[in-house]
């Protein structure tokens, strides 16, 4: 038990052994000095206050946890003003807290909602109430029959002319709004979506702000029904979020609290559209769907994390001579599941990082009345934010079960982790939607090709459409697949020619939607190679720019080859089949590949100590920076509230008459 | 709100579609009709009896969780003496109450334990005991350091001559016994592996049975320091068991309870080996392994009951002339992830009843100390182990991310089946081990075809590599897919030649070990590929059988063709690679899963009714018998502690000042 109490870092080895400057790369994985000393100081500030503690989460009963996050939520926002942050700063404070709860839902939707979709004038009677946070507001757009299809929700909006009212109303159990965050206990406000209707006509979805809740004592007003909807995947997770139930039992709402930014009811129920392009709508879509690559960035980096430290400690066969056991990350099968997750961790943070670009550029354009990139910058975020999500929810598992069995507990971090992020999978469009929207996407490219429409953007390849088809692979060493040029051109081919394919086997058909339809598994799996060659080539072209910092650019060069080869391998059915590569060449990756595990491995440690976390916020025993993982496993055990009573609770009912035989008068005679 | 408290059965259209008899095909997923009686008469007595009941699982406490699953365990053993039920009943009986608790350790390590390593004279004292439950048992082997490896395991059991004892003792922190499951609060006894030393000899691990609390008030017995590990994966899933962490401090126990049927330690400390063939502990992992695929089956089949019958209630886009959207199930992208699981499901059913047989017939030819099949059996359920709970695990996530949102809930079920199961990847063998095992045994059957050793069971198709190596596949047509013959040789030629490809990479390093070392990664793939011939082939005997039935067989016809097609595409590298097939045979495959995908449509809801669960035993929202899932989510939710109150526990404190702008002074200033 010596070892209790000890203050070393177990891993210090592991960091001499880096072959590149940490610091510089902290900055790289920041995305600037800037980022990196804010999110650093607002991480040790929230690190360092028991106010914010979470390591008793999973313990905590529902009501418990709920009312936890209500008093983290309302501190958060004393320490914000308080310590007079920016609104950069308030947003890391946030995100540091690591805790889902209302504020989400009421600065990443609400406000947004009313900005993007307010007149000048809801915006300045809405929004300083919100800043001020003196209305509470989530984003009620799904229904329990309805998720994915918006243009299928049944909650109507009715003018009613002689009051100059809208009427709200849920007409059927299906139409109940499900699932928003912050609805079930929290707010007071919401932007309920629903068919507007007026003059009898129905004219499709429109967003109202519509009052919940009483602001004098949170009593729900008048024909509202609103609740949450129960228990969610892990101990705590997100179960800290209300999520909601809410019917409307024809609620009567002012006219001016549609909002009327893109259309209009008129006093006498005229409907009216503003000349404001609709088109803004996809814009807050690729900056929602933007931060979602970014989140899936942190979260696999996360993982990952406790991932390789742990497997720097843990030691599992191959003692020799009686001398210590192999360290798990020692065994190549570890390495080739674990390296090409760091390896995405970081392609994602470089794809997102380009996304943030991308929204701007957009958002330019669209001031500009320039609409031409908008679809194909709205595929690639939809396509991204499927890709990204989906690799990181598998990864997150993947990470815990290389932990083998401790990572079962949820002190190592991981379970709750998972729980907490794998509805990103889900929200914001399902990723495999989002994937025929991408596929759509693509079979619209190629058929404009022929009418002379170049390609734009990450869809720009199919302007060598040509090339690409007849272009064979040049690789002949093992050392080849390190060109980027190769692996660009391989991933094009491979893209190029299952989307082609696609689209001669769709034209095929008579009617398109069938034809859709019919081929829709195979064009998911072209979407998904377009996707990848997107993340590919961004990791790509960042390397094309200065990386300052000592071995910093050589090691990410590492990173992306292991990005790129790993993914290679695991769709080598891909590049076969299209004969973009042959299988001597597939063998030569392959070989490639475990050359550059082998380059990775002493720098495993320090690549995951550049993400900058906290011990506070990876909140693992598995993970901690130093290693320390034994003695903490063991000192957190005993703080299960099953350890209270040497004695259970649960021995003297139903334990003991059974040792006794005790159990039925029958059984004692047996 | 019309749809509360119907009674219909909103899936009886797609049973009226069903192409074949669900009665028949429920004796088919059975086994037997003795079989399907025992439990179905076991499963419908736990599930009308209120003290077994679930739903509430996931709102519990850990305390009141555990108290709870004691409380079910001393019912159902009440029960089972109430009801005089046999050992075949008593098992199916507790696996119907679905919920993890300390007998599944006592009956189903302890007591094997005890028969399978103690004399005659120890199995006469000590499982009379046991049997009426006088004694509670676990199995104490994994240690906080130690895990697959069993040879390192640090806890020592050190022979005293001049007590005639035995002095237990964990040296180490991280010799700390940690994970025995039925260890942290409920055993009285475990048996313990420790190392053996006498004479100062150290004699490598043994087993011992060792009391632990006392059998007047349950207190832990001087020296023993024992505890639960704390919060695991999940909101109840593996939470109502009580894991254990325990350590001992010099404990004595008398030398008989070492478990000597293998080996002994005399009056004086001698170390003798009896001639009781050690091999016998391998047909005891045969045995335990195979149990495990027989549970990978149910808990897959019980997500894709989860997911087909919610697939077919549930509607998104697709509505045409304002008619109602499309089922789920209908796309083909729904069905390409869903109906490979649905076969995958009843594979593994059929490779698990194998299994069966195999292990009958190990037992038998052990008794004749015929050991010559043992490392073929060995690995073949090593293999299977690995594969089918990878399998199982991901499938049940993503059965759940077919489920979309509501998915997420708690109430739909798939949570916590994901949480309660996923510790089968690490438990009994990490599958990573075991394909490395696998592996090996590969490696060795390669070598040993030179010196003339025909290789036998499932590893037989190795006598005809020659011909493996060299075949080509005869599919000219998408119908030749459905050949059970052309699958076979596809499967045995590309196994083969991915085995063969490493053994002659290995063979090239100077070391063995390191050659083993440096290919790990591509033997890990080979051995899966092993692995997944097997279950074809079971599958492809299975159906060589007479199976009674209208239309029973064809449509698992319809299922095996599924199951190998779809690992055939998901593996294409695999195949073209070693040019097993060709591009074009690859994409004839594909054009045969989609037809088969619309074959098995029809009867996707009926295949799923043949698994005969009950709506207890589902214990989801999503999976009801007959459909009705909105009302019942809705109802759900309204169970969540969080509802108890319409105004939150904590908006006095937390919500109302921010509200109010009295946060702080400063913040009222603003």
Chains 1, 2 share one sequence.
């Not at 499709?204 to 919940?212: A, D, K, N, R, S």
């Not at 009617?511 to 195979?522: A, M, N, P, R, Y």
């Not at 008459?657 to 039925?664: D, G, I, N, R, S």
Request: charged share 20%; aromatic share 8%.
């Amino acid at each position: 038990m010596a070892e209790i109490g000890e203050v070393m870092d177990h891993l210090a080895d592991e960091r001499r052994k880096a072959e590149f400057d940490v610091s510089a790369m902290k900055v790289v994985w920041a995305g600037s000095r800037h980022e990196l000393e804010i999110t650093d100081r607002m991480a040790r500030i929230v690190a360092s206050d028991p106010v914010f503690r979470k390591d008793n989460r999973a313990m905590l009963s529902r009501k418990e946890l709920f009312k936890n996050s209500l008093k983290k939520a309302a501190h958060a926002w004393r320490r914000i003003i308080e310590l007079r942050l920016t609104e950069e700063e308030a947003s890391k404070f946030r995100s540091s807290i690591d805790e889902a709860c209302y504020p989400d839902l009421h600065w990443g939707m609400f406000v947004p909602a009313i900005k993007g979709q307010g007149t000048d004038e809801q915006q300045k009677k809405w929004l300083p109430l919100a800043k001020k946070l003196q209305i509470i507001g989530c984003y009620a757009q799904t229904e329990l029959g309805h998720g994915s299809n918006v243009q299928g929700l049944e909650t109507t909006a009715t003018f009613d002319p002689e009051t100059d009212e809208f009427v709200i109303h849920s007409p059927t159990l299906s139409s109940s709004k499900w699932w928003p965050g912050g609805l079930g206990k929290a707010s007071t406000h919401a932007v309920v979506y629903a068919r507007l209707i007026t003059n009898g006509e129905d004219h499709g979805i429109h967003g109202f702000i519509v009052q919940l809740r009483s602001l004098d004592d949170h009593s729900p007003l008048p024909g509202i029904t609103v609740g949450d909807i129960g228990a969610k995947f892990g101990n705590g997770a997100y179960n800290s979020m209300d999520n909601g139930v809410l019917q409307f039992d024809h609620v009567r709402i002012p006219r001016d609290q549609m909002l009327m930014r893109i259309s209009q009811v008129t006093r006498d129920g005229k409907y009216l559209v503003s000349d404001v392009p609709r088109q803004l709508v996809y814009g807050t879509m690729v900056f929602v769907r933007q931060t979602i690559v970014q989140d899936a960035s942190t979260a696999l980096s996360r993982a990952v994390c406790i991932a390789v430290r742990y497997s720097s400690v843990r030691r599992q066969f191959g003692s020799q001579n009686g001398g210590p056991e192999s360290q798990v990350i020692d065994y190549k099968t570890q390495q080739s599941r674990l390296f090409p997750l760091l390896a995405s961790a970081y392609a994602f943070r470089f794809v997102g990082e380009w996304l943030k670009w991308l929204y701007t550029d957009v958002t330019q354009r669209l001031q500009a009345n320039d609409f031409s990139t908008l679809p194909e910058a709205h595929a690639c975020t939809a396509g991204l934010k499927s890709l990204t999500t989906s690799v990181t929810s598998d990864g997150i598992e993947e990470c815990r079960k290389l932990c083998g069995g401790h990572g079962y507990l949820c002190s190592s971090g991981l379970p709750e982790l998972f729980a907490v992020y794998v509805p990103a999978c889900t929200y914001e469009g399902d990723n495999n939607v989002m994937l025929l929207q991408v596929a759509r996407f693509l079979l619209k490219t190629v058929s404009s090709l022929a009418s002379g429409h170049p390609p734009v953007g990450t869809a720009s390849y199919f302007g060598r459409a040509e090339h690409l088809m007849q272009c064979s692979c040049e690789v002949r060493t093992a050392d080849d697949w390190l060109k980027p040029s190769v692996i660009l051109e391989a991933f094009e081919a491979r893209a190029a020619r299952m989307v082609i394919a696609c689209a001669k086997n769709v034209s095929k058909t008579s009617v398109l939607e069938e034809g859709f339809s019919e081929f829709s598994i195979d064009l998911v799996e072209a979407a998904v190679a377009h996707c990848q060659l997107i993340v590919v080539s961004k990791f790509i072209e960042k390397l094309q720019q200065d990386i300052p910092g000592n071995g910093v650019k050589e090691t990410l060069q590492v990173l992306c080859s292991v990005y790129a080869l790993s993914l290679l391998h695991k769709h080598t059915g891909d590049f076969l089949s299209t004969g973009c590569i042959n299988p001597k060449q597939a063998s030569l990756a392959n070989e490639q590949l475990r050359s550059l595990y082998a380059q990775v491995r002493p720098n495993a440690v320090a690549l995951v100590d550049s993400f900058n976390y906290t011990d506070y916020y990876l909140n693992s025993t598995l993970g901690r920076y130093d290693g320390n993982v034994y003695p903490t496993l063991y000192e957190a055990a005993w703080k299960d509230p099953l350890n209270d009573s040497v004695v259970p609770d649960g021995y003297h009912e139903y334990i003991r008459p059974l040792l006794k035989q005790q159990v039925t008068s029958r059984a004692a005679r047996l």
